[in-house]
T-cell receptor
Framework: DGGITQSPKYLFRKEGQNVTLSCEQN?????MYWYRQDPGQGLRLIYY???????QKGDIAEGYSVSREKKESFPLTVTSAQKNPTAFYLC?????????????FGEGSRLTVL | EDQVTQSPEALRLQEGESSSLNCSYT??????LFWYRQDPGKGPEFLFT???AGEEKEKERLKATLTKKESFLHITAPKPEDSATYLC?????????????FGKGTLLTVNP
């Protein structure tokens, strides 16, 4: 079955450490996204990619980095520069960037900073 | 700035008790309005896209409607398995706008 796989599901990080969240899709979708979800807030866009080797910042990109070397993969690195990284991170894809509203989401990765 | 406000924040229903969730929005030219369902600890699941005022979409016990200022998600004779958080999002039109603005969601609980 096609879908989006995020790993790990749970991740603990010490302050000052970088961590990388994995996102893989087998839907053959061109566009991929990373969202952050915090309690009591709407989802916020971190980065998105319309095509391989291209990506753009979303609303809250500071302290994060991404790469898109393969169509299927869009990993997110949470760097030590991110001041408040504890959150639920969601990776998503859409057939094309112009259809950004019909998103397929992964199961999410919950990051906790100790 | 695009804004999405969902109400109520939480809604508790008895099984079979129909109701509606509201999504009010302000956006500079609506490209689309989207409804998602999210179960605890899971990623959201896409439900509907609405493009223009007057449009309606249905899926099982759910029906989404759209006006120029708000959207409603009507739930008819809900069952306990309809319990979830329902998210509304809008996409503004014009240019290369790939950004969605999400509301905070409505937590629906359906008791047997």
């Amino acid at each position: 079955d096609g879908g989006i796989t995020q790993s790990p599901k749970y991740l603990f990080r010490k302050e000052g450490q970088n961590v990388t969240l994995s996102c893989e899709q087998n839907l053959n979708h061109d566009a991929m996204y990373w969202y952050r979800q915090d309690p009591g807030q709407g989802l916020r866009l971190i980065y998105y990619s319309q095509i391989v080797n291209d990506f753009q910042k979303g609303d809250i990109a500071e302290g994060y980095s991404v790469s898109r070397e393969k169509k299927e993969s869009f990993p997110l690195t949470v760097t030590s520069a991110q001041k408040n990284p504890t959150a639920f991170y969601l990776c998503a894809s859409s057939i094309a960037a112009g259809i950004a509203g019909e998103l397929f989401f992964g199961e999410g990765s919950r990051l906790t900073v100790l | 700035e695009d804004q999405v406000t969902q109400s109520p924040e939480a809604l508790r229903l008895q099984e079979g008790e129909s109701s509606s969730l509201n999504c009010s929005y302000t956006v500079s030219g609506l490209r689309g309005l989207f409804w998602y369902r999210q179960d605890p600890g899971k990623g959201p699941e896409f439900l509907f896209t609405l493009y223009s005022a007057g449009e309606e979409k249905e899926k099982e016990r759910l029906k989404a409607t759209l006006t120029k200022k708000e959207s409603f998600l009507h739930i008819t004779a809900p069952k306990p398995e309809d319990s979830a958080t329902y998210l509304c999002a809008v996409q503004a039109g014009g240019g290369s706008n790939y950004k969605l603005t999400f509301g905070k969601g409505t937590l629906l609980t359906v008791n047997p």
